[in-house]
């Protein structure tokens, strides 16, 4: 009989304690099976750190190594319980020799060979427990036996020299033990006695001893040797090394030398041996005194394990000690009442094992598709509920290198497929079928097999080995990169199934595609297996008008045709927008510094502007790490350069910034001090207040005190990685603001909890639960932004969202509160509607109808379990949808739209994690590589940008990505990671506006996108519809980085060393506003290209002025250089060598000098006079060099606004004194 077992349950998650609720109390934790996976990472905490002491504490052991049977079967075997020694008063009495057990009383009989004791335990004793007593002696106790009969003991001695020693019992029910006198053997016929036994049927005393190859049989009553057994089957022993005797008198006897274990009649004649399996290496060996099954100790591959065999000599199973429970074996015990089997391990302990089923497994079986494997194995549970799962590994890697228990590893190449959980048998002996659709790519050898696991055991099956064939390449149609109305670059993504690969586009006005690119012939893709995207420029085309195009891919497999779409052209005349520079930062800064990449926000409209400054003003109230200051721009001019920091005193320790937030009108702050600035502060702690930015007044908020916190309360709040974590909400003028602090703000209130404050009602704690109180855990941190997509309170404030982090109190989930009600909102379908699972909030729409967020339970029947949930939450019908499993570790969430119907986030997809997005309810994989430095996404949802290779752009509506900073001609994208898009917090938790509703994306680049971009620095740009603009000059050695923009795009805040407008000379970094329709002076036309366009030579930058600048103004003094020295023979000695020289510049005042051109370098003068310029030549010069033998190269000297001086040389390849050339 089959049962079928289609799709997976509940894998790769853990179920949590509760607070009793049977659904939270479900329990399973198999070390073994599951100790190479290690703790599985979720937010910021650890999910294997539960302290899950209520759950089970069985740990797996074994993993079959008998021979597979035609079909699965389950079979006997032995499981790994607890372990027993060294507990109790004397914890120094260490066991390290032999085990036995009194089958009358149960006792447990454990023998400490160098502390020359007998430790004596109770039949029920567990691990930690001390024995009943301990029987001390003169001897080193190394093997026992007990006589049930009698109560007697028997050890060998190994000291310096030998002895065999009975201990006789007072037969009390605690006895004491002595010495007995009477049994004295003669020793002259031992040599090394190794292992005893009693004969149940006789009370004889069995010696095997190593030395003189013999088994003894002695009399119990005086010691004498009453028969010898010389060997099996007429020879001789080699190295005897254990024995043991069953209910009918018959004798096994294990061979260390030989590697047999043999079986002999009670009057000592030979019957057979036992069939051991290959490679064994009998130790010990004991019997079950009532069924007569056998169990043997074996060290087999280097592993231990416990051979079942029945009385009959038939092998039962095999089962291998866990890598964590290994040690030196000795003794071995069988305790016919129980089963159990007792093993002396030698490190002090002796380990319990108890029997268990061994779940039959059969090797899966596959059937090959497209880049997957439909596999099925036969599994058989026996009595027991049984979780089975298959795995996979690629025939090309080392796969039988690695464990059978490491599967899922990170570096193990084993992975395995989700998990079936409660399997069982609906009739004795019956088989099941579990089947799976396994991700295992075409045109490979894959290596099968499955693992069957229950509470005790688990078992993994030999390998089966099957082949996917060739077929031909997976083809996409992509969307439209660059658009414009006589071109467009058309994409398209290949999967070759790693076979050589050739492509084209068919393109035309109709499906009858009349044209085709490359025109004559076909571009390579290569047969590299991850799925690539390849483009093709198109150009000729008709202005405003529809195309068709589909994707060509051939392999040796034959041709594949991708999907048909369209595209219309751009209509003709398109102008780019008017802008101006105008300075936000004044010339002097007083005595500030513009620096970093984060700490600059904007007003949605562009009129006032917040600047982070790593540099304290001489005159600053404030001396934290972040310092900020408020420009506003004005009829004349961007003025009123204030600082907005409250004051504080010094304290202990670090604190980043006191700067919580600026309200919408610009006219209030958010802040942090720890003095006392209005009625209600605390002197040294943790004080939040509104600051009124036009009068200067603070209005109190909360705070806390160091009692309250004794980490330090300010802190808490301003320190490292905690300020911008406050801000959550703000009414437009701050009259009412929501935020979240770690130190506790009011009485009655935990950590880290979540406070509303408004100038009506003052300070309340928001974060409160359904009934009223506290909540007993802590919340999460806010969403990292909440800027775009990553909100969690409503517009208007009416309605706000939080978690409670389930590792810090019972009352964990995700909550919903409206008009001072809160309600749980990560319920389980159908379940209680007071018991929220484990969550964390993502996000809420702007109305605060929905919200996004992660479950660690699936909470509707169609979350699969295999890994974290994403849910979207409706408050309108209160119901909940889930999306996709979007990780198995560390969850990534990037944000989502205005009203969360459109998400980006990580997406496992086994193997890997991969870039994926949720539009509507459909969910779709972006990208195989997530971003490595976040992602912005525009309010809308519809665009996503990130870097990868270069500065991706996702359009969610056709369903195509665009690299915005590509080179039209091809290669590489330059230097992206070091600051393409900026994603870090700013002042109010937010993140900068770069992406809009309509496809445009502000970005930097060190690529020349456009014929104006003359520098191989960053420069600033814009990009729509496959369109670039230069907005910063791009004309000088400078970098220029977007920072932030208003929410229309007018204005484009950016930062650069460069002097845009005639005051501004001191080459230190300012921040421009390009501004549309703005600027103080005549506005310039930008330039604006498309593309190919774009990519003229490299010629000077144009006549008419650059953006925005104007004729600078006679009152400025003019920056010159004054002389440039020629290069010493040794100076160009050591640049055509590749390495330094300095080249000396004589400039009339201080500022930054920049040397541009095959070699390159700055430096900066402090004054008037000669600096020492450090230049190097570029790798491409210096390969020229030693390729030619001789450079000539042209050096531009940059300094301020001044003209650049040009100077020439020659070089020459340097020749060593021993010949050759470097």
Not at 856 to 869: F, M, N, R
Not at 877 to 904: H, P
Request: proline share 7%; charged share 20%; glycine share 12%.
């Amino acid at each position: 009989m089959h049962q079928q077992v289609g799709a997976p349950n509940r894998a790769g998650r853990q179920d949590l304690p509760g607070r009793g609720s049977a659904t939270k109390e479900r329990h399973q934790v198999r070390a073994f099976a599951k100790a190479s996976a290690g703790s599985a990472t979720i937010g910021n905490g650890w999910l294997g750190g539960l302290g899950l002491a209520a759950l089970a504490a069985l740990v797996v052991l074994c993993a079959a190594l008998a021979p597979a049977a035609k079909a699965a079967e389950a079979t006997p075997s032995y499981a790994y319980l607890q372990t027993i020694g060294n507990g109790g008063a004397n914890p120094e009495k260490t066991i390290d020799g032999g085990v036995a057990l009194d089958e009358d009383s149960g006792r447990i009989f454990l023998a400490g060979h160098s502390g020359g004791f007998v430790a004596i335990y109770a039949p029920d004793a567990e691990t930690g427990e001390a024995p009943e007593t301990f029987v001390q002696t003169d001897f080193r106790v190394q093997n026992l036996a007990v006589d049930s009969t009698t109560d007697a003991i028997y050890f060998d001695n190994t000291q310096v020299t030998f002895d065999l020693v009975k201990l006789v019992s007072d037969g009390q029910p605690t006895p004491s033990y002595v010495v007995d006198p009477g049994f004295a053997p003669d020793l002259s016929s031992f040599s090394d006695p190794a292992g005893v036994a009693v004969d149940p049927t006789t009370q004889d005393l069995l010696v095997a001893d190593r030395g003189a190859a013999k088994v003894f049989r002695l009399d119990p009553s005086d010691g004498s040797i009453v028969d010898v057994i010389d060997g099996p089957d007429g020879g001789a022993f080699q190295t005897p090394n254990a024995v043991a005797v069953n209910s009918s008198g018959e004798i096994y006897v294990t061979d260390v030398g030989s590697g047999r274990v043999d079986r002999f009649a009670a009057d000592g004649s030979w019957i057979d041996q036992l069939p051991l399996p290959a490679g064994s290496s009998p130790l010990s060996i004991a019997v079950n005194p009532l069924s007569g099954d056998v169990a043997m100790l074996d060290k087999r591959e280097d592993r231990t394990v416990i051979d079942g065999f029945t009385a009959t000599g038939t092998l039962q199973f095999s089962s291998v000690f866990a890598p964590d429970i290994e040690g030196f074996t000795g003794g071995l015990a069988s305790d016919g009442a129980s089963g159990r089997i007792f093993v002396n391990t030698g490190n002090g302990t002796a380990r319990v094992f108890v029997p268990g089923t061994l779940p039959g497994v059969e090797a899966p079986v596959g059937t090959p598709g497209r880049n997957t494997m439909h596999v099925e194995a036969e599994v058989a549970p026996g009595t027991e509920p049984t979780t089975a799962w298959l795995e996979y590994c690629p025939a090309t890697a080392a796969c039988d290198d690695y464990p059978v228990f490491g599967a899922g590893g990170v570096k193990n190449p084993w992975k395995r497929g989700p998990a079936h959980e409660g399997l069982e048998e609906a009739s004795p002996g019956e088989n099941i079928t579990i089947e799976d659709d396994l991700p295992l790519s075409s045109n490979a050898s894959w290596k099968l097999r499955v693992t069957a696991e229950n509470d005790l055991l688990v078992n993994t099956s030999v390998t089966s080995t099957v082949s996917s064939p060739l077929l031909v390449p997976g083809v996409e149609t992509l969307g439209v990169g660059s658009l414009t109305e006589t071109s467009a670059e058309l994409t398209g993504r290949i999967d070759t199934l790693g076979d050589l690969t050739t492509y084209h586009f068919d393109y035309g006005t109709t499906t009858a595609y009349s044209s085709q690119a490359p025109v004559a012939s076909e571009a390579a893709a290569g047969n590299n297996r991850q799925p690539r995207t390849v483009t093709q420029l198109i150009t000729g085309l008709q202005p405003d008008t529809t195309y068709h195009y589909r994707l060509v891919a051939t392999n040796g497999a034959g041709a594949a045709f991708g999907e048909d779409r369209t595209f219309t052209t751009g209509q003709s005349g398109t102008a780019a927008p008017s802008r101006a520079y105008e300075m936000v930062t004044p010339v002097d800064q007083n005595g500030a510094l513009v620096n970093g990449s984060r700490d600059f926000w904007s007003a949605e409209d562009g009129s006032w502007f917040v600047t982070g400054s790593g540099a304290t003003e001489p005159d600053g109230t404030s001396t934290t790490i972040w310092q900020h200051f408020l420009s506003r721009r004005a009829a004349a001019g961007w003025s009123d350069w204030s600082q907005i920091d409250p004051p504080r005193s010094q304290a202990a320790g670090t604190t980043e910034g006191s700067l919580a937030a600026v309200s919408e009108d610009g006219t209030h702050a958010l802040v942090i001090s720890n003095r006392v600035l209005d009625a209600g502060g605390i002197e040294g702690g943790g004080n939040l207040y509104v600051s009124d930015l036009e009068n200067g007044t603070y209005e109190f908020v909360g705070a806390a005190s160091d009692q309250d916190y004794p980490e330090g309360a300010y802190g808490g709040i301003a320190g490292i990685q905690q300020i911008g974590k406050v801000f959550i909400w703000g009414a437009p003028d701050f009259s009412s603001v929501v935020f979240r602090t770690v130190p506790p703000l009011l009485p009655e209130a935990p950590r880290s909890q979540i406070y509303r404050w408004s100038r009506n009602a003052g300070l309340e704690l928001e974060s409160t639960m359904p009934d009223g109180e506290p909540p007993s855990g802590e919340t999460s941190p806010p969403p990292a932004t909440v800027a775009v997509g990553k909100r969690q309170v409503s517009d208007d404030g009416s309605v706000s969202y939080f978690s409670i982090d389930f590792q810090t109190g019972p009352d964990y989930g995700v909550y919903r509160r409206e008009d001072g009600v809160t309600k749980p909102i990560s319920l389980i379908e159908n379940g209680p509607p007071d018991m929220p699972m484990p969550g964390e909030l993502l996000a809420s729409s702007r109305d605060g109808r929905f919200a996004l967020f992660s479950s660690l339970a699936p909470l509707t029947s169609d979350d699969p379990g295999t890994g974290i949930g994403l849910y979207r939450y409706d408050a309108a019908d209160e119901d909940l949808t889930f999306l996709s499993a979007i990780g198995a570790g560390n969850v990534t969430f990037y944000g989502s739209s205005d009203d969360t119907q459109t998400a980006y986030f990580q997406e496992y997809i086994a193997p890997n994690t991969v870039l994926g997005v949720v539009a509507g309810d459909e969910v779709r994989k972006l990208s195989d590589t997530p971003p490595l430095t976040g992602g912005v996404i525009s309010p809308s949802g519809r665009y996503f940008a990130w870097v990868e290779d270069g500065i991706r752009l996702y359009d969610a509506q056709t369903d195509s990505t665009s690299c915005v900073s590509c080179p039209a001609g091809g290669g590489p994208s330059l230097g992206d990671l070091l600051g393409g898009i900026e994603t870090g917090r700013s002042p109010g938790n937010k993140v900068p506006r770069l992406l809009y509703d309509d496809g445009t994306l502000v970005f930097s680049t060190k690529n020349q996108l456009a014929t104006e971009d003359q520098n191989s620095n960053f420069d600033v740009y814009t990009y729509k519809d496959g369109g670039v603009t230069l907005i910063s000059p791009g004309n000088g050695p400078y970098d220029a980085r977007v920072m932030e923009t208003a929410a229309d795009g007018r204005d484009i805040f950016f930062t650069t060393d460069q002097g845009l407008l005639p005051g501004d000379t001191n080459n230190v970094s300012d921040v421009y506003d390009a501004r549309v329709g703005g600027g103080f002076a005549e506005p310039v036309q930008t330039s604006q290209c498309q593309r190919e366009a774009c990519k003229g030579p490299v010629a000077s930058p144009p006549g008419t002025p650059a953006l925005g600048s104007g004729d600078r103004g006679t009152d400025v003094a003019a920056a010159s250089i004054l002389s440039v020295r020629k290069l010493t023979k040794s100076d160009r000695a050591a640049l055509a060598r590749g390495g330094k020289a300095h080249l000396k510049v004589k400039v009339s005042g201080p500022g930054k000098v920049t040397v541009t051109g095959k070699a390159s370098g700055s430096a900066r003068a402090k004054k008037a006079g000669t600096v020492s310029v450090p230049i190097s030549l570029s790798k491409s010069a210096l390969s020229e060099l030693r390729s030619n033998g001789k450079l000539t190269i042209s050096l531009a000297i940059h300094f301020g606004n001044a003209k650049p001086k040009v100077v020439s040389m020659t070089l020459q390849t340097v020749t060593s004194k021993k010949g050759g050339s470097r």
